[in-house]
């Protein structure tokens, strides 16, 4: 991109297709094409010098279409708000969410009653690891049915990886955050670790899928922390006060990889 237009090179590469650009380069050109109708002007006129043929293709096709878009009925308001609500997260992050809420105030009533388990916190214990399902079916292959189409749109890169990630974060810490109040948790002590771990499923994700990397963190943490803590009803030092450092330095390394490898949300292999 040049200033705040594509290069007449963009363009015109864009417009004869093959290898003329990269795949970065093609997709920053339909995002930018959304919202620029002066690139969509030039993108016309390219067209129609460079491959006439499909000027007169789209010519052809828009001339059949025209007529039948004059009675076709606008789209319902409520398809509108659907259209929109799912750049924020699918249908099928539904459920997961409500899981990840229940099971939140089910540590919560475990935390206040202290069944079995001693000073630790369950709240605490779950945090890093409740946001990571979320983020896992807002971005899994296996459970969103438009898959293909979402990952071939232009917006469907880190820009949409980041907006459904926001909505899981804007249902799991209100909920974590009520927990931690409830308990007498520090702030940090949950809100370091649930980022660091959503910020580190994202960076290995953009290597192996989202899912997977979801999957494989979740799996580490059990093992390493959950059940280590559990059995001897101690709170392991990664959720002490001592780890809130190592917590930051995970967080800073997993945003710069996310932005480093920002290229690697826009293909399929992110939904494995």
Do not use: N
């Amino acid at each position: 991109m040049s200033g705040e237009h594509a290069s007449m090179r963009m363009i015109e590469g864009y417009a004869r297709g093959g290898p003329h650009l990269a795949a970065d380069e093609v997709w920053a050109v339909e995002a930018h094409l959304e919202a620029c109708p002066v690139c969509r002007d030039r993108l016309s006129d390219a067209v129609r010098t460079h491959v006439p043929a499909v000027a007169s293709l789209v010519d052809t096709v828009w001339s059949g279409l025209e007529p039948r878009l004059a009675t076709t009925a606008p789209m319902p308001r409520g398809r509108r708000r659907a259209a929109r609500s799912a750049r924020w997260m699918t249908p099928t992050m539904v459920p997961w969410l409500a899981m990840v809420v229940c099971v939140t105030l089910l540590a919560l009533l475990l935390d206040l009653v202290r069944v079995g388990i001693g000073q630790v916190s369950l709240v605490l214990l779950f945090a890093p690891v409740l946001p990571v399902l979320g983020v896992a079916a807002s971005w899994s292959r296996g459970l969103d049915p438009a898959y293909e189409l979402t990952a071939s749109v232009p917006r469907a890169g880190l820009h949409l990886v980041l907006r459904r990630t926001a909505s899981v974060l804007g249902v799991v810490v209100p909920a974590l955050a009520v927990g931690g109040w409830v308990t007498g948790v520090m702030v940090a002590q949950w809100l370091l670790p649930c980022l660091a771990f959503t910020a580190a499923t994202l960076a290995l994700g953009g290597v192996v899928g989202v899912t997977r990397a979801a999957v494989v963190l979740a799996a580490v943490w059990a093992a390493v922390v959950v059940v280590p803590t559990l059995a001897t009803s101690r709170t392991a030092v990664t959720l002490r006060t001592a780890g809130l450092p190592a917590w930051g330095l995970i967080l800073a390394l997993g945003i710069g990889v996310v932005i480093a490898r920002r290229g690697a949300y826009s293909v399929l292999g992110a939904h494995r």
